[in-house]
């Protein structure tokens, strides 16, 4: 009976101090709330996309709870001249784009009551004396154009006069410095003027903040029209693909990376394609973010956009092969007229192969695997030729662009190009590619784990794990990768590393120990290695925390890029790898052939339960995985479009074949 009792205890203080710790609480609604406090000043910001821009809204309250708000476009399509990586058109609002409202003839004074996020912000506020005001800030779907809503509401017992600004404001942008003429960019009121409100009665008017190449025709928008679509936008995404757990943190925090890994879509003139985002990475594509990070991810959620987005993103590159083995540039930017290869080759190539053989497994459809292929064998015989004499694949930097060293031969990149070899064998003999080339990737594969082994294999700062290249002898965060690839002959020791004191941190892992730097997606891959590995006990405590912190804390309520390099932008790929996490390191789901996958299932001993549903795989099919607790063993069903395709019980941790 004390054992149970200090578990409880032990239980309950753990709980209430991750609870102090919240800024932000879960709502039924599926929204996150801030309920604002007097007397400490706190601000944030997020971003939010649409096909033609991009909103990072600034927000938040001073120590007497006013509400601040910035609001700072970007319009990708709207190119400045040098037309580079960099050269989205961005423009900042702050207080004079928000209309002076008066009741009665007096300017309302405002005190912030909360803020609301579920794919838009929405802020509460009260003048004290009955009159509340409702804003909600989103981008448009598919217009250069982002809004404020706003709804007042007369809560006292008499007729009020409502007096809206109405007001417009212009920007020019120089025709010497803008890639298709003269730019406007503009924000107005609209539905402005003088008003009777009756008691329990409300009035809705708004701001609208768009772009335009002149001398097109200013657009005409309907603010609950745009509303509409954006609110259907994010339903879509809270009911594609869906987790859920004991825990509502974790599954709250996935439905979230849904929206900001799937809303980061542009139409370009040479495509739909996915960017990071962060005010600087727009209309373009990279080869870790979108063909490493996020296609993989997209190609099973049945999101038919991001599909699209994910084989725009394959052309592109694919134009880069020569007959010469050249390295496809690492970026190729401005509405892919142009590329970006500063830091020479990263790797890109493994990436690449690696995210195009699993997005083309994954989503099973024959053609697109075929239209792929070139590409895969291309990238997969550059490598090739790139192994030194240890057998491991050489490179001039790593994603990280020489921000840290990477070596000549660096373990990510060996890393990635053997995983890229499982899978082509597998899409390969899917396709019925010749016999030897299948088995060649095969065996290529298996060589390539005994070079990783010893080439990298080593003892580093007292754990067994890996050096990151050849003279590394400081702990890096990458020595997480070859469990991701399935590697697992150092899986004790790289754990121990990653989870001590010289790599984790309450912001997760630091890129190398003695430093203060951390990027999400390292932490990402790192947890989504010790699933992997089986660690499903020790990593969940870990993946908890940081969700709680990124979903509930001070920065919400997505993954970030970096600290101190970008200032934790929310950059739309680490939302990807967010989702990674969960289906293919806790569920373990791994595509095998167009029309097959297997999952690894390891279910945490303190649940009972957990779900994966609406997976699409296999050329359109609806997937849903339940996993329950029988005994000692689990419980596997699998379900396809409603038909029992699989019931068995298991050990924690098996793998389980499905053949669709």
């Not at 008017?205 to 002149?214: A, E, K, N, W």
């Not at 339903?235 to 990376?257: G, H, K, Q, Y």
């Not at 697992?488 to 430093?515: H, M, N, V």
């Not at 790929?573 to 373990?588: D, H, K, M, N, P």
């Amino acid at each position: 009976m004390r054992i149970k009792l200090l578990t409880l205890l032990t239980v309950f203080l753990s709980s209430f101090n991750l609870s102090a710790q919240n800024r932000w609480n879960l709502e039924n609604d599926g929204s996150i709330s801030w309920n604002v406090g007097q007397g400490a000043a706190h601000y944030d910001n997020i971003e939010m996309s649409g096909r033609f821009i991009s909103l990072i809204a600034t927000y938040g309250s001073d120590e007497n709870g006013k509400l601040t708000v910035t609001r700072q476009l970007v319009f990708p399509m709207l190119r400045t001249i040098p037309n580079d990586t960099h050269a989205s058109t961005i423009y900042t609002f702050g207080s004079e784009a928000t209309p002076v409202i008066r009741i009665n003839n007096r300017i309302i004074s405002e005190q912030v009551k909360r803020f609301l996020i579920r794919g838009m912000v929405i802020i509460e506020s009260s003048n004290g004396n009955g009159i509340d005001i409702r804003r909600e800030l989103f981008p448009s779907t598919d217009k250069p154009a982002a809004f404020e809503r706003y709804t007042l509401t007369n809560n006292t017992r008499r007729e009020i006069a409502v007096d809206v600004e109405n007001f417009e404001k212009h920007t020019l942008s120089h025709p010497q410095k803008s890639v298709y003429g003269v730019y406007e960019i503009s924000a107005r009121s609209t539905g402005s003027g003088i008003f009777s409100l009756d008691p329990g009665e409300s009035m809705v008017f708004g701001v609208v903040f768009s772009g335009r190449i002149l001398p097109e025709e200013p657009l005409q928008f309907d603010i609950d029209r745009e509303l509409a679509q954006r609110r259907k936008f994010v339903d879509l995404m809270f009911e594609n693909i869906t987790f859920r757990s004991p825990d509502p943190v974790l599954d709250r925090m996935f439905d979230f990376a849904k929206i900001r890994a799937m809303e980061s879509l542009f139409e370009t003139r040479g495509g739909l394609v996915h960017s990071p985002g962060g005010a600087s990475y727009y209309s373009a594509i990279w080869a870790n973010d979108q063909a490493e990070y996020a296609n993989p991810f997209f190609a099973y959620t049945g999101y038919d956009d991001a599909i699209v987005a994910s084989m725009v993103s394959w052309r592109w590159f694919a134009r880069y092969m020569n007959p010469d083995y050249k390295p496809i540039p690492s970026s190729i930017i401005a509405e892919g007229t142009d590329f970006w290869n500063g830091a020479g080759d990263r790797g890109d190539q493994a990436m690449i192969a690696y995210g195009a053989s699993r997005f083309a497994l994954a989503l099973g459809d024959r053609k697109s695997a075929e239209e792929i292929w070139p590409l895969i064998e291309w990238c997969l015989e550059y490598c090739r030729r790139k192994l030194n004499d240890a057998g491991v694949v050489e490179s001039d930097s790593d994603e990280l662009e020489g921000r840290f060293p990477a070596g000549k031969a660096n373990l990510c990149t060996s890393s990635l190009y053997y995983d890229a070899l499982i899978s082509a064998s597998g899409l390969g003999r899917e396709l019925g590619k010749p016999s030897r080339l299948v088995a060649g990737y095969a065996g290529m594969a298996k060589e390539l784990k005994k070079n990783i082994e010893n080439y990298f294999g080593a003892d580093m700062d007292g754990f067994r794990t890996y050096r990151y290249y050849d003279g590394n002898d400081i702990l890096r965060s990458w020595i997480c990768i070859p469990l991701t690839a399935g590697i697992f002959d150092r899986t004790e020791g790289t754990i121990d590393a990653l989870f001590s004191p010289k790599l984790w941190t309450d912001q997760g892992l630091l890129t190398q120990a003695g430093t203060s730097t951390f990027w999400d997606r390292s932490t990402l891959y790192g947890l989504r290695g010790v699933f992997a590995a089986g660690a499903i006990d020790r990593g969940l405590k870990f993946f908890s925390d940081y969700s709680r912190r990124r979903l509930l804390g001070d920065h919400v309520p997505y993954a970030v890029e970096a600290w101190p390099e970008g200032n934790q932008r929310h950059l739309s790929a680490e939302s990807a790898l967010y989702c990674r996490v969960v289906t293919e390191g806790i569920f373990g789901f791994r595509p095998t052939g167009l029309n097959s996958f297997s999952i690894t299932p390891q279910l945490p001993s303190n649940w009972d339960h957990m779900s994966l549903n609406n997976i699409i795989v296999s050329g359109g099919k609806k997937i849903d995985i339940l996993v329950t607790r029988t005994g000692l063993k689990i419980k596997v069903t699998i379900t396809s479009d409603g038909r029992l395709v699989k019931n068995v019980q298991v050990a924690n941790g098996s793998i389980v074949e499905i053949k669709l």
